[in-house]
T-cell receptor, first 113, second 115 residues
Framework: DAMVIQNPRYQVTQFGKPVTLSCSQT?????MYWYQQKSSQAPKLLFH???????NEADTPDNFQSRRPNTSFCFLDIRSPGLGDAAMYLC????????????FGDGTRLSIL | DQQVKQNSPSLSVQEGRISILNCDYT??????FLWYKKYPAEGPTFLIS?????DKNEDGRFTVFLNKSAKHLSLHIVPSQPGDSAVYFC??????????????FGKGTKLTVNP
């Protein structure tokens, strides 16, 4: 089945230690998104790629970076995680921007020690 | 500011009855609306959508109603089943949101369908 896969499902890192979350897709979608979701909150868009074009949300901290080396993979890098970065991180894809549903992975839950 | 609001954090209904989940939005530029369902430990799953040119869209047991003048949409599930127990997220997007056309989500409503 075509899908969006996130690895790992659970990630524990130390305060200030860089961490990378991974997302892959077999849908061959042009757009890939990263969301942050904290408990009882709405998913919050961090950034997205349309093909190789990177689009950062205005309020996404500089601590968060992303890479998309090819159509299938997208990475979320947190350079110096703080306690406030503990959250569920969701990757999603869509064929194009707007007027299309996004397809989500099952998320990576990040804990900071 | 919250552009998409789901004012009921939780809803409980009996199996076989109707579930009505509500969502309000503030941005008049939104023109596409979606509902997602989320089970614990899984990502959100797309359920149903509606564009602003329609006021109703139906898919099996699920119907979404859009009232543009009131900036309100609702999801009706008839009949409700225990397997429908999940968190339901309302989301909206607009073609003129600074070009990003991003989805803006509500905080979700946890639906419990009791057998």
């Amino acid at each position: 089945d075509a899908m969006v896969i996130q690895n790992p499902r659970y990630q524990v890192t130390q305060f200030g230690k860089p961490v990378t979350l991974s997302c892959s897709q077999t849908l061959n979608h042009n757009v890939m998104y990263w969301y942050q979701q904290k408990s009882s909150q709405a998913p919050k868009l961090l950034f997205h790629y349309y093909d190789k074009d990177f689009n950062n949300e205005a309020d996404t901290p500089d601590n968060f970076q992303s890479r998309r080396p090819n159509t299938s993979f997208c990475f979320l890098d947190i350079r110096s995680p703080g306690l406030g970065d503990a959250a569920m991180y969701l990757c999603a894809t869509s064929t194009r921007l707007g007027l299309q549903p996004q397809h989500f992975g099952d998320g990576t839950r990040l804990s900071i020690l | 500011d919250q552009q998409v609001k789901q004012n009921s954090p939780s809803l409980s209904v009996q199996e076989g009855r109707i579930s009505i989940l509500n969502c309000d939005y503030t941005n008049s530029m939104f023109d596409y609306f979606l509902w997602y369902k989320k089970y614990p430990a899984e990502g959100p799953t797309f359920l149903i959508s509606i564009s602003s040119i329609k006021d109703k869209n139906e898919d099996g047991r699920f119907t979404v109603f859009l009232n543009k003048s009131a900036k309100h949409l609702s999801l009706h599930i008839v009949p409700s089943q225990p397997g429908d127990s999940a968190v339901y997220f309302c989301a909206a997007s607009g073609t003129n949101q600074g070009g990003s056309e991003k989805l803006v989500f509500g905080k979700g409503t946890k639906l419990t369908v009791n057998p």
